[in-house]
């Protein structure tokens, strides 16, 4: 063990929910988290993992005056053959690792990381629920948390992992959203914290999903935030376009999210022959395919939904429908696909599924 872990059980375990439909996302926890403290002197000290409950944390804590907070989504899986799964948790601990670099965070070590995650998820497998396309989510988060209001990277931060089980995303079958592309606000720029998984990305978002929400939207599709023509991403998840065969996504500029499930599907899409482009996509481009009929599908890649397809696309007053608002052949393929790799029931040539104990 990287960093020696204590644990401390809790001696009220929480019922579990009864009616996994009722799930949702992120409104139940597990008994447990786990926390780490870091110091500039003595680096990361006292791995824990202590019953669920409130975090003391000082008044002056960075990460409530200036934001330096960053975090990671995954899933812990029940697959088939019973064991208790993760999907690329390496992938994960690195991008965590290169947002704690953009935000003067402290690195974590890579096995160290995975280590703790197998240990939380092993501990709270009984959490991880059964139902079809159920999942325990599970949160990493790393925060400055020095107890001083001096301007500069911080010298004491806290890494903690909470985990929660989440409903199936698509409980009412895979219904395609509409998306309202933002023409005012931006989520990020070249330089900033685009790349990053931290808190303010998210914060600095919420306006245009709530105008957008109000409008009779599902997310937004956030353009470039130089010339503002670039696509970048949907809402919080990655965006892919299929226009006369091929599949385009918006390159990695540094302001964009570089989503797993992103690259998880280019990976899968190219197995199957089909020509990628990372690339710059305008919405001209977008609209000027949606008018001649050679956009055939558009669809979100993230954690949470897996795929999230598109079926609607507003801009500056017009409305184009895509797919006829249905779900596209390969979104569809690449739903199932890496479901089934996720929960074991497909061949995993990759070797993206890593068992972390059995269930
Ligand atoms: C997390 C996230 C994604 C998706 O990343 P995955 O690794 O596929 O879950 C995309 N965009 C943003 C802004 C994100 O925060």
Request: overall charge negative; hydrophobic content about 35%.
């Amino acid at each position: 063990m990287k960093y020696e872990i204590s644990i401390t059980k809790t001696s009220n375990p929480k019922p579990h929910p009864q009616d996994e439909s009722k799930l949702g996302f992120g409104k139940i926890f597990t008994d447990h988290m786990f926390l780490m403290d870091y110091s500039a002197d003595k680096g990361w000290y006292n791995a824990r993992i202590v019953p669920f409950g409130p975090i003391p944390t000082h008044p002056a804590s960075t990460v409530f005056h200036y934001g330096a907070e960053i975090f990671e989504g995954m899933k812990a899986y029940r697959a088939v053959d019973g064991t208790i799964r993760l999907f690329r948790p390496m992938e994960n601990i690195k991008r965590l690792n290169n947002s704690a670099e953009r935000l003067c965070l402290p690195q974590l070590d890579e096995q160290g990381c995975l280590e703790i995650l197998n240990t939380m998820v092993e501990l709270e497998k009984d959490w991880v629920p059964h139902s079809e396309g159920t999942s325990l989510y599970i949160r990493p988060f790393l925060y400055g948390n020095d107890p001083h209001l001096g301007v500069h990277a911080v010298s004491n931060a806290v890494f903690a992992v909470i985990c929660s089980p989440v409903g199936a995303y698509y409980a009412e079958g895979i219904n395609p959203v509409k998306i309202a592309i933002e023409s005012e606000d931006v989520r990020a720029v070249r330089g900033g914290t685009g790349y990053a998984k931290c808190g303010g990305n998210y914060a600095a978002s919420l306006r245009a999903g709530q105008r957008a929400e109000k409008n009779g939207y599902t997310q937004v599709l956030w353009l470039d935030g130089v010339d503002r023509k670039y696509i970048e991403e949907v809402g919080a998840m990655n965006v892919m376009f299929k226009i006369g065969g091929k599949i385009i996504t918006p390159e990695l500029t540094g302001s964009v999210l570089p989503g797993i499930t992103r690259k998880s599907c280019i990976e899968l899409l190219k197995d199957w022959g089909y020509t990628v482009e990372e690339r710059k996509i305008s919405v001209d481009e977008l609209f000027e395919a949606a008018q001649n009929g050679t956009l055939e599908e558009a669809w979100g890649t993230g954690t949470a939904a897996v795929v999230s397809p598109i079926g609607h696309l507003f801009y500056k007053g017009t409305e184009y429908t895509v797919s006829n608002n249905q779900i596209g052949e390969v979104t569809y393929k690449l739903y199932n696909e890496l479901t089934a790799i996720q929960w074991g029931k497909a061949e995993d040539t990759h070797g993206w599924s890593t068992k972390v104990c059995n269930g």
